[in-house]
C-alpha cells in the first residue's frame, strides 16, 4: 500500500495546509476590525444600507462615485444584511471581511480544479493519452482504490496499455500532489496579499467584489473551458453583480468577450439569450430610478466618451504595486509613511521577485494558447492559457488610456489570478526547481504578513493626514459616551462641534450622524460664523482631531473624554444647561424680526477700528421654523450720505437644525478701509436666500414687511 501514497501531500497534510492558510487569510481580514477606517463614502453607502433594513427603504441607486455617476444599488442591498443584524459599522465591516474569506477559500477550490484539469493527461509507457478537460483524475484513482466499478477515460486507456493498476494509482497521486500544492501556494499567496486584505476590511462598493469576481470566473471557466453551458447564465448575472458593485468591473466585459468568441462553439444559443435577458433585468431598477430623474447617470457616462484620453503608466503601475504589495505605505500618508517604513522587513526584492513569477506564469499561458492555436484545437492547457491570461492581461490594457484618475481599488477585478498564474507555473516545473522557488514564496508570504500587521497597528495608533482616516473604533467610542451622558443628565439632544455641518459633504457630520441615527442629534461648525444655545440641556461633542477648537464655549460640565491616535486633539464630551453662556435676556420682545422667524435678541459692535477687522456679535432667537430654505446673512456698513464702505457675507445656520427657542449667536469679521473717517456710521444686518438672491424683509407685530435691513448705529475709531 505504500506506493498508494501522495508523493509530495497526504490527503490530512493538503487540508491541515489548507486549514492554516484559511485561518491565516481570516486574522487579516479580521482582526481589529475597529481599526478599520470610516470615511465619507462608507458613511452614506451604510446609511443607505440601514435605511434599507431599519425602515423598509429600498434605493434604487447607491451613492455617487469619483466620475460624477451614481451607483447602482446592490452595495446597499448587500449590506443592508449586517446593518438589519446590529447598527455597528464594525459588524458590516466583519460581514464584508468573511466573504473575502470565502473568496480566498473559493480561490482554492478554482486553483484545484484548473490544476487537475491541466494535468488530465497520463505519461505512461511513452504514451500521452489527452483526457477531456475536467476528467479528473485524482477522483478517479480514489475510485480505483475503493474497487468501484466506475470507469473514467484515463482507465480505459490505461486498460488497453495493460497499465499496472497500481502505477495507474501513483500517476494519478502525483499529478494530484502537483494540482494540490500549487493550488495552495496560490491560495496562500492571494490570503496574505497586502492589497487584497486592505480591499477587504471595510465597508466600501468595491470591497465586496471579491466573492462575485471569483463565481464570475469560476462560472466563466465552467461554460466556456468545461463547455457547461448553461454555467454561462451564472456568468453573466455575476459579470453584471460585479459592474453593479464597482464599475471597475466594466473592464471584465472584454475579458468574457474574448472568452466567449474562443469557445463559441462551446455556447448554447438559448444559454446566450436568458443570460441577456437577465442582465437587462438585473440593471432595471437602476436604469428605471436614472430614467426617473432624467437620465442623469447615463448622460454623463457619454459624457466621458468625449473627455480626452490620458495614456500614462500609471495603470501598469498600479497593477504591479496591487499584485507584489508594495506601497501600501501610502496609506501612512506623507508624513508618517517613513515611521511606518521603519517598523516593516525590507524586501522589496522579494515582492519583485513574487511579480517575475506572474509575469512567467503569464508568458507560458500564452505559449500554452500559441501552441493551440497553432493546432487549431484548444488542449485543455491552451484553453486554461488563454482564460488566465485574458482575466489578467485585458482589464490592464483597457485601462492604460483612461478618461479618469485610475486608483489601486480599480485592480481588485483582477484578484486572484495573479497567483492562479504562479501556480499554474509551479505545477509545470521540476520538483528541485519547484521547492526552491516554494521556500522563496514562503518567505514572501511571511513578508506580506509582517507588513500587513504592522500597518493595521501602526494605522490605529498613529495620525495618518493624507493617507488613511481615523479608525471606525474611535468614533464608536466617542458615541457610545455620548449616548450613555443622555441618559445620565436627561439631555434632549447631542450636538457636535466640529468642521462642516452637512452630511451630504462634509465628512465627520456624515459619520456623526449615521452612528447617531436614533438620537436627536445636530452639528456646528467649528470654523463657521454661527453658534447654537439650546434652550434644553444638551450634550456636546468638541471633535476637531487635526486642530485646536477654534471658539471654544464657556460653562460646559465636562463629563468624558475619548483620547484618539498620538498627536490628535482628543474629544471631548460636555454637559450643557439649557441658554450656557448668554449673558442678557431670553424671554423679552427682539429687537427686530424677520419673515423667517427670527428676531435679534442682542448685538454687540464690538470696538470699531479703521484699518482693522471689526468682530460683530449678533443673537437671534428662533421664535418659528420656517419651511427649508438656504438663508444668508450679509453686514454692511453704510454712512449717513449712503456710501458703502465695508460688506461681509456669511451663511446662515442650516434651517434643518433649528428648533423654536434656539439662540443663534453669529460672529461676523468686518475688514475696515484704513482711510475710514471717524464719524457714525450705519451697520444693516439682513437675510438673503440662495440661489435665488431673494431678500427676507423685516416685519413688524402684525407680520407685515418693514425693510429689507435691521439697522444700528456704530461709531468708528481712527
Avoid at 100 to 120: E, M
Avoid at 357 to 380: E, N, Q, Y
Avoid at 481 to 492: F, L, P, S, V
Avoid at 518 to 545: S, Y
Wanted: hydrophobic share 50%.
Amino acid at each position: 500500500m505504500n506506493n498508494l501514497r501522495t508523493p509530495r501531500f497526504t490527503h490530512y497534510a493538503a487540508r491541515i495546509t489548507l486549514l492554516a492558510i484559511v485561518l491565516l487569510a481570516a486574522y487579516l481580514r479580521l482582526n481589529h476590525l475597529e481599526w478599520t477606517e470610516f470615511k465619507l463614502d462608507e458613511a452614506h453607502l451604510s446609511q443607505l444600507a440601514y435605511d434599507m433594513a431599519r425602515h423598509g427603504q429600498i434605493p434604487l441607486t447607491g451613492i455617487g462615485s469619483s466620475v460624477g455617476v451614481v451607483n447602482p444599488p446592490l452595495a446597499a442591498w448587500l449590506l443592508a444584511i449586517p446593518y438589519a443584524i446590529s447598527t455597528s459599522p464594525i459588524v458590516a465591516t466583519g460581514f464584508i471581511a468573511v466573504l473575502n474569506v470565502l473568496a480566498v477559500i473559493a480561490c482554492y477550490g478554482l486553483a484545484r480544479q484548473l490544476f487537475d484539469s491541466r494535468t488530465a493527461s497520463l505519461n505512461l509507457a511513452g504514451v500521452t493519452p489527452h483526457l477531456p478537460v475536467g476528467a479528473g483524475v485524482p477522483s478517479a484513482a480514489r475510485n480505483l482504490s475503493r474497487g468501484r466499478r466506475r470507469s473514467w477515460p484515463g482507465q480505459r486507456f490505461l486498460v488497453a496499455h495493460n497499465a499496472p493498476r497500481n502505477d495507474t494509482l501513483r500517476i494519478a497521486d502525483a499529478r494530484s500532489a502537483h494540482a494540490e500544492g500549487a493550488a495552495l501556494i496560490a491560495t496562500l499567496l492571494f490570503a496574505v496579499s497586502p492589497w487584497a486584505v486592505i480591499h477587504s476590511r471595510k465597508v466600501w462598493a468595491q470591497d465586496l467584489l471579491p466573492p462575485f469576481i471569483m463565481l464570475w470566473a469560476w462560472f466563466g471557466y465552467r461554460a466556456f473551458v468545461e463547455g457547461k453551458r448553461w454555467s454561462l447564465i451564472g456568468h453573466g448575472l455575476m459579470l453584471a453583480a460585479a459592474i453593479q458593485l464597482h464599475y471597475s468591473a466594466v473592464y471584465l466585459i472584454p475579458v468574457s468577450a474574448v472568452w466567449f468568441v474562443a469557445f463559441v462553439k462551446r455556447v448554447k444559443w438559448q444559454a446566450v439569450i436568458a443570460t441577456g435577458l437577465l442582465i437587462v433585468a438585473a440593471f432595471a431598477p437602476f436604469l428605471i430610478a436614472d430614467g426617473v430623474r432624467g437620465w442623469p447617470s447615463v448622460m454623463r457616462l457619454m459624457a466621458m466618451t468625449s473627455q480626452p484620453v490620458t495614456v500614462d503608466d500609471s495603470t501598469p503601475h498600479l497593477a504591479w504595486i496591487t499584485t507584489i504589495g508594495q506601497e501600501i505605505h501610502s496609506l501612512a500618508g506623507p508624513q508618517e509613511f517613513e515611521n511606518y517604513r521603519a517598523q516593516i522587513m525590507p524586501a522589496d526584492g522579494l515582492l519583485i521577485f513574487e511579480g517575475v513569477l506572474v509575469i512567467f506564469g503569464l508568458l507560458l499561458a500564452i505559449s500554452d494558447v500559441v501552441r493551440s492555436v497553432i493546432k487549431r484545437a484548444w488542449t485543455p492547457r491552451g484553453a486554461i492559457g488563454l482564460w488566465l491570461a485574458a482575466w489578467l492581461v485585458l482589464p490592464i490594457v483597457t485601462q492604460i488610456g483612461h478618461r479618469t484618475p485610475v486608483y489601486p481599488h480599480y485592480f481588485v477585478i483582477l484578484y486572484p489570478v495573479q497567483f492562479l498564474l504562479v501556480g499554474w507555473l509551479l505545477a509545470r516545473l521540476s520538483k528541485w526547481t519547484k521547492l526552491t522557488l516554494l521556500g522563496a514564496l514562503l518567505l514572501v508570504a511571511v513578508i506580506h504578513t509582517q507588513h500587513t500587521l504592522v500597518l493595521q497597528g501602526f494605522l490605529a495608533s498613529r495620525p495618518t493626514p493624507g493617507g488613511a482616516g481615523l479608525p471606525i473604533g474611535y468614533y464608536e467610542s466617542i458615541v457610545r459616551e455620548a449616548q450613555q451622558a443622555i441618559h445620565d443628565h436627561g439631555a434632549a439632544e447631542i450636538i457636535v462641534n466640529t468642521r462642516g455641518v452637512d452630511p451630504a459633504v462634509d465628512e465627520s457630520p456624515a459619520i456623526f450622524s449615521f452612528l447617531l441615527n436614533d438620537v436627536p442629534h445636530r452639528f456646528v461648525d467649528a470654523f463657521g460664523a454661527a453658534r447654537v444655545f439650546p434652550k434644553e440641556t444638551n450634550i456636546q461633542i468638541d471633535f476637531l482631531p487635526d486642530e485646536v477648537m477654534p471658539r471654544p464655549v464657556t460653562e460646559r460640565k465636562p463629563i468624558g473624554r475619548v483620547a484618539l491616535r498620538v498627536g490628535e486633539q482628543a474629544a471631548d464630551i460636555y454637559a450643557v444647561a439649557p441658554y450656557a453662556s448668554i449673558r442678557f435676556g431670553t424671554d423679552g420682545s427682539p429687537l427686530a424680526r424677520w419673515a423667517n422667524g427670527v428676531g435679534v435678541m442682542h448685538l454687540d459692535p464690538g470696538r470699531l477700528l479703521s484699518g482693522q477687522t471689526g468682530t460683530l456679535e449678533l443673537f437671534v432667537r428662533v421664535d418659528e421654523v420656517p419651511a427649508p430654505a438656504l438663508y444668508q446673512w450679509t453686514t454692511q456698513l453704510f454712512d449717513r450720505q449712503g456710501k458703502r464702505w465695508a460688506q461681509v457675507d456669511a451663511a446662515g445656520y442650516p434651517v434643518a437644525y433649528w428648533r423654536s427657542g434656539d439662540i443663534i449667536g453669529y460672529e461676523f469679521g468686518l475688514n475696515l478701509p484704513g482711510d475710514l473717517p471717524p464719524v457714525t456710521y450705519v451697520l444693516r444686518f439682513g437675510q438673503y436666500t440662495l440661489p435665488d438672491v431673494a431678500t427676507v424683509p423685516v416685519i413688524d407685530l402684525a407680520g407685515l414687511p418693514q425693510s429689507d435691513a435691521f439697522e444700528f448705529e456704530v461709531s468708528v475709531n481712527p
